[in-house]
């Protein structure tokens, strides 16, 4: 999200924190447009085709995978591979364990007592709930040590990024690993530029050049909105050829590769302009505090939408109202919760990943 959590706010880079505030938002969002109009929407599946849900879902989570790749890629010539090893456990693989934890006990309060024949049986169920919790910390996770393994041991070889991203398409997408290999891409990007910095490029760009990058970039995304299709989402259909329509298949993973990255231009260059005719808007508070809480945001909004927030509202159809009180209430709590664990040293290492 998903960067360590650190509590002196005013030495973070503020707006990497904005991208990352926009891009959370639109996570929670377009979470809410999927489970916070009830149960019977959720279960039609009519949120898949709503403007406003392609519109985020083909670009927010590749847009959190570049800001993560590009801090981490800033950091990592500080640290050894066994350094990096550890950061990411417990950055990453705590927070997952711990969330994961939550979420099966809530699962087994609400539908009813585990039944198991053995303590394998009740250990095989509790590993599942850590493998399918938190997708995205998981890529995280596989993404920065695949990059850590090339940047350190291969001279950040854009040969083997290249071999990796083929590896893909020949291997099976189960545990998560679809969802991975969808992001992998632009977690590496800032690796595989080299010395091309992301950041600093969109910010020397002149305002006129950064205009331009804006509309075609706005357009071409608008385009590839209208004609977006259901099985263009990686929830439906992966990534691998196996047992697929190679061309079919290969066709679904160029568009939604190529709508992420386009999205991802719009999205930068767009918030470049508007901090340059409103400064101030880098120093908002709020934005500051979403940008920074991410990864809590994102594990306990899971948590609210899975359990909670289809019950909230009993309707079957898409309500922009439902969507709206949902997603700032839920953005609120999380928040607030979020601060409140990262008080606590334990718990701030547990659930969020700090080292303090």
Known sequence: MMMEERKNVKQRDAFVDLLKAFAITLVVLGHSIQFGNGQAYLSSGDFLSHPLFIVIYGFHMPLFMVISGYLFKMGIDRKTFGQLLVSRFYSLLLPIVVWGGIGFLIRTAMYGSVEVMSVMGLLRKIIGSFAHSLWFLWA??????????????????????????GGMFVTPDGMNLGS???????????????????????????????????????????IICVYWRNDFYIYTTGVTFLGKNIKEQALIDFVRWVAGFVGIFCVVASLQLLVRFFPRVMNNAVARELGARSLGIYAITGLIFSYLAPYLVITDYFSLVNVLWISILSLFVSTILTICISKNKLLNTLMLGART
Not at 143 to 164: D, G, M, P, Q, T
């Open 180 to 222: 991975c290999k969808y992001v992998f891409p632009f977690f590496v990007l800032p690796f595989f530029l080299g010395d091309l910095n992301l950041r600093n490029w969109f910010s020397q760009r002149s305002t006129r050049h950064l205009t331009w990058v804006a509309i075609v970039s706005l357009i071409a995304y608008g």
């Open 140 to 165: 995280l996770f596989y993404c920065s040590i695949a990059a850590s393994v090339v940047y350190k041991f291969l001279k950040n070889s854009r040969v083997a990024y290249l071999v990796l991203a």
